[in-house]
C-alpha cells in the first residue's frame, strides 16, 4: 500500500522560501493511464532525459556565491530522484507526467534539481533522471489499481534509468542514493531491489530517503545509519515544526526510520542551533546560518521555527518542501564525510 503523501497546499507568497510543490484537494475524476496513450519511453543514452548529468550543464552544477572557495572531490556518484513536479492542471487527467511536457521538466529543473540534487555536487557527480513521474492526485486516488499502476508506471522509468546507468556510467564507482516524497516512494523500491542482498550492496555509500516514511523493517540488510560514520546505511527524516500532529505524523509512534540531519543520529537528544549549519532557502546564493534547532521525536524530525529574513510571516508548520535544503550545508557536509569513510575502509567493508 502506498504512504500517505504529507502535502500541504500553500497559498501564501511565502511558500516559495522552501521551493514550490503543491497539492490539489480530492476531486472524483476518470484518470487516463499515460501507457494507454503513444508516448516512447525514455532512452537514457539520451541526454535530454537526464534533468541532471555530468554531460550537460544543468541545475545541480550550481553552487551558492559563499560556498564556491571550498574545495570538492566528485570521487562519487549520487542517482537522485526528483519529487512530484506534476502538482498543477491537469485537463486530460493523465496519471502520469509526458516526458514533453516542457513546463514541468523546467519546473523540475528550477526547484528540485537545484534545491535538493546541487546538494551533493561537491562530492558526487550527480546524475538525475527524467522520469514519468505520477501525478500528484495519483497519492489520493481511491482506485488502488489506478494508484498502483501510475507508481509502477513510474518506478518503471526509473528503474530503466539506474539500469542504465549501472551499465554504462558507473564503472565501479561508489554510489549514494538520493531522493525526496515520490522520490523516496520509487528509491525504496530500487534499494530493495538492486541493493538488498545484492552484491551492488558493496558500493553503497549512504541512501538518503527523505520525505516519506521508511519503515524501520522495510529492509533486512540495509540498517538505518546511527551516527554520521556508518556507510551502507539508510538516513530518512520528514520535517515538522514542534506542535504538528496531523495525518500519521507522531511523536510516539517510532516505526520509522527517523534521523536528525544535523547530528545525524536516531536520537532524541536536541541538536541546537548552533550545530545546524546552514539553509539554502529562496536565494540560491544566500545562506540562513543556525536558523532553527532540531530533535528526533516519534516518527518525524521536529524543528523550532526557522530564524530567516521575512520568517517572522511564515506560518506554516509542515516544511515538506524543505526537507532538504533546510539543511543544505549538514547534508552537504555529511555527503563527503561519508564517502571518505567509505574509501578508507578495507575492501569498502560495510558497518
Same mark, same amino acid.
Given at each position: ?191 530493495? %531491489? ?57 511523536? %510516539? ?15 532524541? %537528544? ?80 560495510? %558497518?
Amino acid at each position: 500500500m502506498l504512504p500517505v503523501a504529507p502535502f500541504l497546499k500553500y497559498i501564501t507568497p511565502t511558500v516559495i522560501t522552501f521551493i514550490f510543490l503543491s497539492c490539489s484537494q480530492q476531486v472524483a475524476t476518470q484518470y487516463t493511464p499515460l501507457k494507454t496513450i503513444k508516448h516512447a519511453g525514455p532512452d537514457y543514452s539520451n541526454l535530454k532525459y537526464w534533468a541532471a548529468h555530468p554531460l550537460k550543464v544543468d541545475p545541480s552544477d550550481s553552487v551558492p556565491i559563499p560556498l564556491h572557495s571550498i574545495p570538492g572531490d566528485t570521487s562519487a556518484d549520487v542517482f537522485f530522484i526528483h519529487p512530484t513536479t506534476f502538482t498543477g492542471k491537469n485537463e486530460i487527467h493523465l496519471t502520469n507526467a509526458p516526458l514533453e511536457d516542457e513546463f514541468i521538466n523546467n519546473k523540475t529543473d528550477r526547484s528540485s534539481i537545484l534545491y535538493q540534487a546541487s546538494i551533493f555536487n561537491a562530492s558526487c557527480k550527480v546524475y538525475a533522471p527524467r522520469y514519468r513521474q505520477a501525478y500528484l492526485q495519483m497519492y489520493y486516488e481511491k482506485d488502488s489499481t489506478t494508484r498502483q499502476n501510475a507508481f509502477d508506471f513510474a518506478y518503471n522509468d526509473v528503474r530503466a534509468a539506474f539500469q542504465y546507468y549501472l551499465d554504462s556510467l558507473n564503472h565501479g564507482r561508489p554510489i549514494i542514493i538520493a531522493s525526496h516524497s515520490q522520490g523516496t516512494t520509487h528509491a525504496k523500491k530500487l534499494i530493495k %531491489e538492486f541493493f538488498e542482498d545484492k552484491p551492488l550492496r558493496s558500493q553503497l555509500v549512504c541512501a538518503y530517503l527523505v520525505g516519506m516514511p521508511v519503515e524501520k523493517n522495510f529492509y533486512t540488510s540495509i540498517p538505518p545509519c546511527q551516527d554520521s560514520l556508518s556507510t551502507g546505511c539508510i538516513t530518512s527524516w520528514r520535517t515538522y515544526r514542534n506542535g504538528y500532529l496531523k495525518n500519521g505524523v507522531s511523536n %510516539e509512534d517510532t516505526s520509522l526510520i527517523t534521523t536528525n540531519p544535523v547530528t545525524w543520529t536516531p536520537g532524541t %537528544e536536541v541538536a541546537t542551533r548552533d550545530l545546524h549549519k546552514g539553509a539554502i532557502l529562496y536565494k540560491f546564493n544566500s545562506i540562513a546560518e543556525h536558523p532553527n534547532s532540531t530533535v528526533v521525536a516519534g516518527n518525524a524530525l521536529w524543528i523550532s521555527k526557522p530564524k530567516f529574513k521575512g520568517g517572522v510571516f511564515y506560518f506554516q508548520k509542515n516544511y515538506h518542501i524543505g526537507d532538504f535544503n533546510l539543511f543544505y550545508l549538514n547534508v552537504r557536509e555529511d555527503v563527503a564525510r561519508r564517502i571518505r569513510i567509505y574509501q578508507q575502509k578495507p575492501n569498502h567493508n560495510i %558497518e
